[in-house]
């Protein structure tokens, strides 16, 4: 798992848990899927607000549906790895913060398939 995936997730939740929402537009940066946030673009993996641009939109969103999948495979080992931990822990602190972690995941995972089935229904 690259480095801050942790960060980038909490966001991602964080963000859908306030109304965002996750576009199938990619970022022209980290082609990481931008979110929707009271009326802003808004890369979540660069933590920065992105300002439109038409052609290249149109560009990125054929690669969409390949982001959403690798990001989907990238929060289903999250998961896997979480329910090990899950599976062996005894405190239930600790039970309570990884349950919390993988409501995150869940969250983020089924708004990222619902996007990819949106954008390969587009390309067809
Ligand atoms: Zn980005």
Redesign the pocket.
């Given at each position: 798992m690259p480095e801050g995936t942790e960060d980038y997730i909490k966001r991602m939740s964080d963000a859908l848990r306030s109304g965002a929402r996750m576009l199938s537009e990619?970022?022209?940066?980290?082609?990481?899927p931008?979110f929707s946030l009271s009326g802003e673009l808004w890369?979540?993996?660069?933590?920065?607000r992105?300002v439109r641009v038409r052609e290249e939109t149109e560009a990125t969103a054929a690669t969409a549906p390949y982001i959403l999948s690798s990001l989907n495979n990238t929060l289903t080992a999250k998961i896997e790895e979480l329910n090990i931990l899950l599976q062996r822990e005894v405190d239930p602190e600790k039970i309570h913060k990884l349950t919390q972690t993988l409501d995150s995941l869940l969250r983020v995972l089924r708004e990222s398939r619902r996007l990819e089935a949106e954008s390969r229904k587009q390309e067809q």
């Open positions: 990619t970022c022209p940066v980290c082609s990481s931008l890369c979540l993996k660069c933590n920065r992105v």
